[in-house]
């Protein structure tokens, strides 16, 4: 609660959260904000303009525009925090491991993140598509695939600069359990920037499944995504722009709330950052007022 209320102390955070959270809750609950089945065709109202049933008119097959952009937040938003998650878990059980024990095993665990970050995330993932076909759910092995070492070296840097503290060393000779330790002292310190990378990571991977899925490599027809939805109306771009425009602009504003939001996060969580900001919002005040009073004078 504290956290959330440091984050919300900035508006346009406090606005991207609350934005962020009802497009969360649209998507579980799309059967109850649709107001049509996606899948469902109606070649008689081919590229029909809005109108009071269809806020957002018809596809090239008649189907609700608006229904799909909601249906189209599951893939697009849903699935990828899955994907994330999974990520960031394996990242950080090999990156405590790591920056924990040291030694010998630290130097293996990173040998293999080095051999994974070797290769370039999206030769990696056409790789993957490669090898196992189209499709949402080998996108989502891809970008877990892609995304756990890069997580693991960040958390396993977190984990080294607390490892040496006093109080880690004083919980060690006392006999502590290494797993008990790792709960109560290192998780804590490590949680801020696992939020932070977690946050960033997030848009990048929306960005990322919407452009695969503009290129037919990601979720098949006749399910809703929006990347998928923008190579549909690609045909009709000039005669019909408003079928790009409206899943152009939910990823727009996704992606772009996503953005805000971390940074915001990451100010919250960061102390030095908002030490920073105060002073320099003190020494902009400080200025301010020299120069007033060298005009009053």
């Given at each position: 609660m504290k956290l959330l209320r440091q984050v919300c102390r900035e508006r346009l955070a406090a606005v991207c959260l609350f934005f962020l959270s009802a497009t969360f809750v649209v998507g579980i609950?799309?059967?109850?904000?649709?107001?049509?089945?996606?899948e469902e065709v109606h070649m008689e109202l081919?590229?029909?303009?809005?109108?009071?049933?269809?806020?957002l008119g018809n596809d090239h097959l008649g189907r609700c525009v608006l229904?799909?952009?909601?249906?189209?937040?599951?893939?697009?938003?849903?699935?990828?925090?899955?994907?994330?998650?999974?990520?960031?878990?394996?990242?950080?059980?090999?990156?405590?491991?790591?920056?924990?024990?040291?030694g010998k095993i630290d130097a293996v665990l990173m040998r293999v993140?080095?051999?994974?970050?070797?290769?370039?995330?999206?030769?990696?993932?056409?790789?993957?598509?490669g090898v196992l076909g189209a499709g949402l759910e080998n996108i989502l092995i891809a970008f877990v695939l892609m995304k756990w070492a890069w997580f693991?070296?960040?958390?396993?840097?977190?984990?080294?600069?607390?490892?040496?503290?006093?109080?880690?060393?004083?919980?060690?000779?006392?006999?502590?359990?290494?797993f008990?330790?790792?709960?109560?002292?290192?998780?804590?310190?490590?949680?801020?920037?696992?939020?932070?990378?977690?946050s960033s990571a997030f848009g990048s991977m929306i960005l990322q499944i919407s452009g695969f899925s503009f290129l037919g490599l990601g979720i098949q027809a006749p399910n809703a995504e929006?990347?998928?939805?923008?190579?549909?109306?690609r045909g009709v771009m000039f005669s019909k722009p408003e079928l790009m425009l409206a899943p152009g602009i939910a990823i727009i504003l996704i992606v772009s709330a996503v953005n805000f939001l971390s940074d915001a996060l990451q100010k919250a969580l960061d102390p030095k950052l908002m030490?920073?900001?105060?002073?320099?919002?003190?020494?902009?005040?400080?200025?301010?007022?020299?120069?007033?009073?060298?005009e009053v004078a």
């Amino acid at each position: 609660m504290k956290l959330l209320r440091q984050v919300c102390r900035e508006r346009l955070a406090a606005v991207c959260l609350f934005f962020l959270s009802a497009t969360f809750v649209v998507g579980i609950c799309a059967p109850l904000f649709a107001p049509h089945n996606p899948e469902e065709v109606h070649m008689e109202l081919r590229y029909a303009a809005a109108s009071w049933e269809y806020w957002l008119g018809n596809d090239h097959l008649g189907r609700c525009v608006l229904s799909r952009i909601i249906y189209g937040i599951r893939p697009s938003m849903l699935w990828v925090g899955a994907a994330l998650l999974a990520s960031v878990g394996i990242g950080a059980i090999v990156g405590f491991i790591a920056g924990y024990f040291r030694g010998k095993i630290d130097a293996v665990l990173m040998r293999v993140c080095d051999v994974m970050l070797s290769f370039p995330g999206y030769v990696m993932t056409l790789a993957v598509i490669g090898v196992l076909g189209a499709g949402l759910e080998n996108i989502l092995i891809a970008f877990v695939l892609m995304k756990w070492a890069w997580f693991a070296r960040i958390i396993r840097t977190s984990v080294m600069q607390y490892a040496d503290a006093e109080y880690v060393r004083f919980s060690r000779a006392i006999g502590t359990r290494s797993f008990t330790l790792v709960r109560k002292h290192l998780l804590p310190v490590a949680l801020p920037d696992i939020a932070v990378i977690s946050s960033s990571a997030f848009g990048s991977m929306i960005l990322q499944i919407s452009g695969f899925s503009f290129l037919g490599l990601g979720i098949q027809a006749p399910n809703a995504e929006w990347g998928m939805m923008l190579n549909e109306a690609r045909g009709v771009m000039f005669s019909k722009p408003e079928l790009m425009l409206a899943p152009g602009i939910a990823i727009i504003l996704i992606v772009s709330a996503v953005n805000f939001l971390s940074d915001a996060l990451q100010k919250a969580l960061d102390p030095k950052l908002m030490t920073s900001r105060h002073k320099r919002q003190k020494q902009s005040v400080s200025i301010t007022a020299q120069l007033q009073g060298k005009e009053v004078a």
